[in-house]
């Protein structure tokens, strides 16, 4: 089943500072609705939601994410892990990951993208610019791709 | 360590000068004794002449007594042909001994006195003589006056040549004792300076043996520094890469939190503008204000920690013309703005990556763009040359043996003080205010790295108001 264009899109976002967090959360309010975003703090957590261990069983209050924002560097288990444990799960490897790091080394754009990831963003400097990407990845992922839901 | 000479070779230096000098001596005084030696044999070889000769005349003499008593008692004519060859050798020997002895008035005087006293003796046989031919015999002719006189004569005669004899002795006696003396001394001084240059010798022996046992001890001593040198240089190394390291780390990390100051003072802004109390926008426009330039000082130090960093398969043979036009381009509207002349003369081709390059010249040439007079066009010319031996040899870094090109970027901006020829290449090392010229100090260190990275060498000439030439050294391409 496709999604329908126009739809706002359920995005999850694994980070784990707090500061990115609200900055993140903050950035996304200006073009989507606040339930559109959930947030874990790290790749632990990520997995546990997306496996829908508890306490992430509530469907209602924790759903489906359409694409996931995932930090690299987090505590007990970094973006990498995650990203390499999600694409090693049959039911969520078609999940689009788009890192959303400090870093911006070649190293790690080239092994996150071998890894399956979809997109590699450097956070930017401004909040201005965070609008901008925010919005730039609501659009595209919601209006101009199309999702496997 | 030049003015402090080792004593040893100094000790060795004096003993050698003092051997010489007493050799010298010694040839000196050994030459003069032989001299003298050969003076004195000569005398006393004169004097045996004088005295043999003496002799000579005293046997003619008494030759001639005997012969004319031999005619006056026989009146056989051939005593009287041998008193007349007596006469003549007598003749001979005084002429002889006068000659010999022409230096000595004493001699002279004693040898005049005998020849006028056998001329007179000559006169009384001569007048006998006669006699004897007139009468037969002589009776008549002598009486006891005549006989005294004969007989006085005679003892005159025997006295001077005595005299000659005792003075041409004494003569003898005194060169000769000359003569042994000398003789005596010759072994005497050759021994002494023997002795003396012996002791020198061992002297100097002993000293080269100490400067050699010193230069062993300096030897051993230089090579523990030169491995205390390399250890040190690899601590140095060590300290610098993880100092590189460190501000690479800091430097991304510090971007973290100030990537989220400006975040959230745009936030502030954003929902607070015109609605905070008293001076609260102007607190708020510092803040963001200062974490701009926190943001460009943070990239410039990411950028110089990444400066020389260049992986070896980037580094290849690079032609500076190509990398300066290009860069140029890049130029083109500041040089459109302030009328600026740039001339480019003939670039050689170097070793190094094209990226840094082409940040050494963009730093540089924007430095004279940035630092030119108010009212005056921009003039900035790059030209190259060899690289003279005295100015290679001026940089113990460099490799005194290899070629180098010197290139220069000269400009007629507004220069500055000589004190501050080093200072600038410093990192965040600024000459003037923020106000006036902005930028954080960054450019030239980031130059002067990346040059010394390629194996070369960078220095500023400049005055205030006369304009500046900043000058590269880099090396000639290995064939």
Not at chain 1, 49 to 57: A, G, H, I, V, W
Not at chain 1, 63 to 91: F, Q, T, V, Y
Request: some cysteine; aromatic content about 8%; overall charge negative.
């Amino acid at each position: 089943m496709l999604m329908s264009f126009e739809k706002p899109i359920q995005i999850l976002v694994a980070e784990d500072d707090e500061d990115d967090k609200l900055l993140i959360l903050k950035a996304f309010e200006r073009t989507l609705p606040k339930e559109k975003v959930t947030c874990v703090e790290d790749g632990e957590a990520l997995l546990k939601y997306l496996k829908r261990n508890p306490p992430y069983d509530d469907l209602e209050k924790y759903p489906k994410p359409d694409i996931i924002l995932l930090d690299l560097n987090m505590p007990r288990k970094d973006g990498r892990e995650a990203l390499a444990e999600i694409k090693s799960i049959d039911e969520l490897k078609s999940i689009p990951v788009i890192i959303f790091t400090t870093s911006n080394s070649v190293d790690d754009i080239q092994t996150t993208y071998k890894m399956g990831s979809s997109s590699f963003i450097t956070k930017p400097g401004s909040f201005e610019e965070l609008v901008k990407v925010t919005e730039e990845i609501e659009n595209y992922w919601s209006k101009t791709v199309l999702l496997p839901g | 360590m030049k003015n402090e000479q080792n004593p040893s070779i100094k000790q060795v230096k004096i003993y050698s000068i003092v051997t010489l000098i007493l050799i010298v001596i010694g040839s000196g005084v050994s030459y003069w004794t032989a001299g003298r030696i050969e003076y004195y044999t000569d005398g006393v070889m004169h004097t045996s002449d004088v005295l043999q000769r003496t002799d000579e005349l005293y046997s003619s003499i008494l030759e001639r007594e005997t012969n004319i008593r031999g005619y006056v008692l026989t009146s056989n004519e051939e005593f009287l042909t041998n008193y007349n060859q007596s006469n003549v050798n007598a003749e001979l020997l005084l002429i002889q001994l006068q000659a010999l002895t022409i230096d000595n008035t004493l001699q002279q005087n004693n040898i005049e006195e005998l020849r006028g006293l056998i001329n007179s003796r000559v006169r009384t046989f001569e007048a006998s003589i006669e006699y004897m031919k007139e009468h037969g015999d002589l009776v008549g002719f002598l009486d006891p006056n005549k006989i005294n006189n004969a007989l006085s004569g005679y003892t005159l005669i025997k006295d001077v040549v005595l005299r000659i004899n005792d003075v041409e002795n004494g003569l003898f006696q005194q060169k000769n004792q000359s003569l042994i003396n000398n003789i005596n001394a010759l072994p005497f001084i050759v021994g002494l300076i023997s002795i003396f240059s012996i002791t020198i010798g061992l002297m100097t022996f002993f000293s080269i043996y100490q400067f050699n046992k010193a230069q062993l001890a300096a030897n051993k001593e230089i090579t523990l520094f030169q491995q205390k040198l390399r250890d040190q240089i690899k601590l140095l190394d060590d300290s610098n890469k993880e100092l590189e390291q460190f501000a690479y780390v800091a430097s991304h990390d510090l971007q973290e939190p100030l990537r989220k100051i400006t975040a959230f003072s745009d936030l502030l802004k954003e929902q607070y503008d015109g609605k905070l109390e008293g001076e609260g926008d102007l607190y708020l426009s510092r803040i963001t204000a200062a974490a701009v330039r926190m943001r460009r000082l943070i990239t410039d130090l990411l950028e110089y920690s990444r400066a020389g960093r260049i992986e070896n398969e980037k580094v290849k043979s690079v032609k500076l013309s190509k990398v300066i036009a290009e860069m140029l381009e890049d130029f083109e509207i500041a040089i459109q703005d302030k009328s600026a002349k740039i001339a480019v003369g003939k670039l050689p081709k170097v070793i190094g990556s094209e990226t840094e390059y082409r940040q050494v010249f963009q730093n540089l040439i924007s430095n004279s763009l940035k630092f030119s007079k108010p009212s005056v066009n921009p003039e900035i010319s790059i030209t190259s040359e060899q690289a003279s031996e005295e100015l290679i040899n001026s940089y113990p870094n460099l490799d005194s043996s290899a070629n180098y090109y010197l290139i220069k970027v000269s400009d007629n901006g507004i220069g500055f003080e000589k004190t501050h020829v080093d200072r600038i290449f410093s990192i965040f090392q600024r000459l003037h205010g923020k106000k006036e010229y902005e930028g954080t100090g960054i450019g030239l260190s980031i130059t002067k790295k990346i040059i010394e990275k390629n194996g070369g060498v960078i220095f500023a000439e400049s005055s205030v108001g006369k304009g500046s030439v900043f000058n590269i050294i880099l090396p000639y391409i290995k064939p």
